[in-house]
């Protein structure tokens, strides 16, 4: 049995082998399935970002869905953020998930703000449940390379007072009383 992952990697692999997206051929037609794939998604997600939330930031944080927008350029995009008080505080990007389908693209990815391009072969509800784990290694492959931009100090899980404390380490090395 195929793991997910190698399952979306052959799909990817077929997509561009046929030229289609799941049964797709029209740039119209993958459009409607990336906006069904964004929905199915959500959840998904949403999940992830959670979790890391409760992990590394105690729950402090709030997932925000953009929904699907057009760029510019005429692409998709739709975005799940993970924002907290530390890194609004430094100004630093949030830890994403993002949908993308480019303008001039074949069909469309995965990404963070700062981890690379996956392919989003999600076509019904298994699909999107079966992405949990790469949705996972994005949102934490942001959360890494965000505190190896900025600082450990974002994340509450390692700057927080023992249990019952209520002063917080903020970015900067000041405390703040909650």
């Not at 289609?20 to 794939?37: P, W």
């Not at 953020?81 to 998930?97: F, G, K, M, N, Y």
């Amino acid at each position: 049995m195929r793991t997910p992952i190698n399952e979306a990697l052959l799909r990817h692999f077929r997509d561009l082998r046929d030229g289609i997206h799941g049964q797709a051929v029209s740039r119209d037609d993958k459009e409607h399935v990336f906006i069904t794939a964004v929905g199915l998604l959500d959840p998904v997600a949403r999940t992830a970002l959670d979790e890391l939330n409760a992990d590394l930031l105690l729950g402090t944080g709030e997932v925000v869905a953009s929904g699907v927008t057009r760029s510019r350029e005429g692409g998709l995009n739709a975005m799940w953020s993970l924002t907290w008080r530390e890194q609004r505080a430094c100004h630093a990007q949030p830890i994403a998930v993002v949908a993308h389908y480019g303008s001039d693209f074949h069909h469309p990815h995965l990404r963070g703000n700062t981890v690379g391009d996956w392919p989003l072969n999600v076509f019904d509800p298994a699909d999107a449940a079966g992405q949990l784990g790469t949705l996972r290694v994005i949102a934490a492959g942001d959360a890494h390379n965000l505190v190896f931009q900025e600082s450990y100090r974002l994340m509450p899980a390692l700057t927080r007072e023992e249990p019952g404390q209520e002063s917080i380490a903020l970015p900067d090395g000041t405390r703040e009383t909650t």
